[in-house]
């Protein structure tokens, strides 16, 4: 289903993208010129699409950026039981509306493990692979205490959205650069709280992108892995 709108006093290489997926519309921004070569850039838990200007703003005179909000996040309500493989295939699904048949891929946090997924399910797809602050380092190691207790708590903070509104969200970005918590807090203020739920949820039950890191070996795409410098990004992971 086609849906493209432009962003009401932007410029017209600017659209908003509306799309549907098992019933579920799926919400994505682009940036750029069509024929530009197309990136992807997935955002992080609590996020959504805007999260993307601090990592690629800027870059759509050179690529034709899309930034989709995740099954779950921001525009894109569900409040069922998510899973790494519908979070990718929606990636697909949304290269598959846009008429791209390959794309670079990029993901910060939770995002890098939809890219990372994406990457193993659609290896066809892929033009590149980057992978920022990865945190998920396989099934058979699981996730570090740190990303661990905050995964928890992130879960434990989204049930309390469900019951008294996303307000409930706010001491989580406490400990954050107050420019970086005013954006934060911000951009979750307008979420479904059904769907933070889900998304904690989901991060909380530790479920991995993938079984073993055997499984890297099949990615043939030249890949980027940025490590994170923070205790939920532990370095290692990269």
Do not use: C, N
């Not at 549907?20 to 919400?27: A, C, I, K, P, S």
């Not at 889900?198 to 980027?224: G, H, K």
């Amino acid at each position: 289903m086609k849906d493209p709108t432009k962003t009401p006093g932007a410029r017209a290489d600017v659209a908003e993208i509306w799309h549907e997926r098992e019933g579920t519309r799926l919400f994505a921004v682009v940036r750029g010129e069509a024929e530009a070569r197309p990136l992807v850039f997935i955002h992080g838990g609590l996020a959504d699409h805007r999260a993307a200007a601090l990592y690629v703003g800027g870059l759509e005179d050179r690529y034709r950026v899309i930034t989709p909000d995740l099954r779950g996040s921001g525009r894109s309500i569900f409040r069922e039981a998510l899973t790494w493989d519908a979070l990718a295939d929606d990636v697909a699904g949304l290269l598959d509306h846009l008429g791209v048949e390959r794309a670079l891929v990029a993901g910060v946090s939770f995002g890098s493990g939809v890219a990372l997924r994406f990457a193993l399910r659609h290896p066809r797809r892929l033009a590149g692979l980057a992978l920022l602050s990865p945190l998920f380092a396989g099934a058979e190691r699981g996730l570090a205490p740190a990303p661990r207790e905050a995964m928890l708590r992130m879960a434990d903070f989204g049930e309390r959205a469900l019951r008294e509104g996303i307000a409930a969200l706010t001491p989580l970005f406490a400990e954050l650069p107050p420019p970086i918590r005013a954006r934060a807090l911000a951009m979750v203020a307008s979420f479904d709280p059904g769907s933070v739920a889900a998304t904690t949820r989901f991060l909380a039950s530790e479920a991995q992108p993938l079984a073993s890191l055997d499984e890297l070996a099949t990615i043939t795409a030249p890949t980027l892995v940025v490590p994170g410098d923070d205790p939920s990004h532990p370095a290692e992971v990269a």
